[in-house]
């Protein structure tokens, strides 16, 4: 772990220390309830004031406060700043700028966490660190790059999350990273970022606004957006990911990619073709994987050859790719499998994992359990009936619609053609669950967080079984 001395935390933040911590500090948390021993608390304020809480992170061996007044009930060091949020974030970007290996950000409207997780393991776990979970936001970045180890890590793969306007120019700064990865941009997050034209213009951000970025590699629809041929036009190299024939020599600036797969003696088996201008097709065997997970899998592709990465590792590694929990896993048992891809969902992601799941269990009868799409705003309603509009099922499959923002489906739903009595509406998971629990065939569990549609699967499900295969 890396260690930080009092004066530079205290140059670097632009804070004074009420007295020095006695021994270098060890890391950093903004949990009182989940201190290390030397760790220093980062008193956050949020739904609950981290002043608060000092005695707690004490108790756990805390060495010390980062803080924007002096608690005088707290015998620990307190580093005194103007704002805590901003003195992490200038403290975090300090400790990257010693860091001399390359920094890869990675941001989207859906794909990150599975992108960043392919990277990591492409780059090989000894010597790249990467984002733990979702720690992708103001807070969650810096603790990030503070878990750098400047003298055993090579690269860093940081995930960048936003909300809000605003928040990917500090991200951008703080993480200054060599090259970035978006994935998509897509309707989410809408809520906080306005329309879909705003979520390009923020995602870009992580390219132009830290004025670190040799190297861009994004998805052709991109283009679209004027922010996405600014940044074609500037002096970052740009890699443009396209589906095309890797037969054939792409234009200068973009990347040929498609997927292949096939059943043999042993099961189904998944190709990605990756074409890079100036080199020969590159074949490499892939996990089973929806399409937009294919493309995140090119990205990260694209990335790990740019940054030196060999062919004959990224062969040997790809295929040990698997998807994280709740993330586009599928589970078995009894007879019955569950695809699980609930973390989070907006229209796209939610496409994506229908289209998926339908096509892997095209021979079993489907229940599709969906859950609402948070953060669209005042999109809410015609995004998700506009997504209804687009699914279609076969005779033998039926639709369960969990929770009040999933009735919003149920109109472009019908208007695709699928009978009402294929359709079933309930208010929430518990009265989901025995409509789940006695299907006999597949099913789909996607939609939002807050609809905690994780709690249908039953608990004697797991992960054996050949249907193991991974969502965008």
């Not at 870009?204 to 190297?215: E, N």
């Given at each position: 772990m890396p260690f930080f001395d009092p004066e530079s935390l205290a140059e670097w933040s632009g804070g004074e220390w009420s007295r020095s911590p006695r021994n270098l500090v060890s890391g950093f948390s903004h949990d009182s309830r989940r201190m290390e021993s030397g760790e220093m608390f980062v008193a956050v304020r949020a739904e609950r004031d981290g002043h608060h809480f000092l005695r707690d992170a004490a108790k756990l061996g805390a060495s010390s406060a980062l803080v924007d007044h002096f608690v005088a009930d707290s015998d620990l060091p307190q580093l005194k700043t103007s704002d805590v949020g901003e003195a992490f974030l200038r403290i975090a970007h300090m400790h990257r700028?010693?860091?001399?290996?390359?920094?890869?950000?990675?941001?989207?409207?859906?794909?990150?966490?599975?992108?960043?997780?392919?990277?990591?393991?492409?780059?090989?776990?000894?010597?790249?660190?990467?984002?733990?979970?979702?720690?992708?936001?103001?807070?969650?970045?810096p603790l990030t790059l503070l878990r750098i180890e400047c003298s055993v890590h090579l690269k860093a793969v940081v995930e960048a999350g936003i909300n809000r306007i605003g928040e990917m120019d500090q991200l951008a700064k703080a993480i200054a990273p060599d090259l970035t990865l978006v994935t998509m941009v897509a309707?989410?997050?809408?809520?906080?970022?306005?329309s879909e034209i705003k979520v390009a213009q923020e995602k870009?951000?992580?390219?132009?606004?830290?004025?670190?970025?040799?190297?861009a590699i994004f998805p052709e629809h991109c283009l679209q957006?004027?922010?996405?041929?600014?940044?074609?036009?500037?002096?970052?190299?740009?890699?443009?990911?396209?589906?095309?024939?890797?037969?054939?020599?792409?234009?200068?600036?973009?990347?040929?990619?498609?997927?292949?797969?096939?059943?043999?003696?042993?099961g189904d088996a998944a190709s990605l073709r990756l074409r890079r201008r100036g080199y020969p097709p590159l074949s490499l065997p892939l996990p089973i994987v929806s399409e937009g997970m294919a493309s995140n899998?090119?990205?990260?592709?694209?990335?790990?050859?740019?940054?030196?990465?060999?062919?004959?590792?990224?062969?040997?590694?790809?295929?040990?790719?698997?998807?994280?929990?709740?993330r586009g896993k599928w589970l078995q048992g009894r007879g019955n499998f569950y695809y699980v891809d609930c973390y989070n969902a907006n229209p796209a992601s939610m496409l994506d994992a229908i289209r998926f799941f339908q096509r892997q269990a095209q021979d079993l009868p489907k229940l599709l359990t969906l859950g609402g799409m948070e953060e669209l705003g005042d999109e809410g309603p015609r995004l998700h009936q506009d997504t209804g509009?687009?699914?279609?099922?076969?005779?033998?499959?039926?639709?369960?619609?969990?929770?009040?923002?999933?009735?919003?489906?149920?109109?472009?739903?019908?208007?695709?053609?699928?009978?009402?009595?294929?359709?079933?509406?309930?208010?929430?998971v518990l009265e989901a669950k025995s409509l789940v629990s006695e299907f006999e065939g597949a099913v789909l569990l996607k939609g939002s967080r807050a609809n905690a549609l994780e709690t249908l699967v039953p608990n004697w499900a797991t992960e054996e079984g050949k249907m193991d295969y991974a969502g965008c």
């Open positions: 700028r010693n860091f001399e290996g390359k920094i890869i950000g990675v941001t989207g409207s859906c794909g990150k966490t599975s992108t960043k997780d392919v990277l990591q393991l492409l780059f090989g776990y000894d010597t790249c660190l990467a984002t733990n979970g979702n720690f992708n936001n103001l807070l969650g970045v309707s989410a997050h809408l809520e906080g970022l306005g870009a951000r992580l390219i132009q606004d830290s004025g670190t970025v040799k190297t957006f004027d922010e996405f041929r600014e940044v074609q036009e500037s002096e970052v190299e740009c890699l443009v990911l396209k589906y095309g024939d890797p037969m054939e020599e792409p234009p200068k600036g973009f990347l040929f990619f498609d997927t292949k797969t096939e059943t043999n003696m042993v899998c090119a990205l990260a592709v694209a990335a790990a050859l740019e940054l030196g990465v060999s062919e004959d590792e990224i062969f040997e590694r790809l295929p040990q790719y698997k998807p994280s929990a709740l509009s687009k699914i279609n099922i076969g005779p033998s499959d039926k639709v369960l619609l969990v929770g009040e923002k999933a009735q919003w489906l149920k109109a472009g739903i019908l208007r695709s053609g699928i009978e009402k009595e294929s359709i079933q509406s309930v208010g929430d």
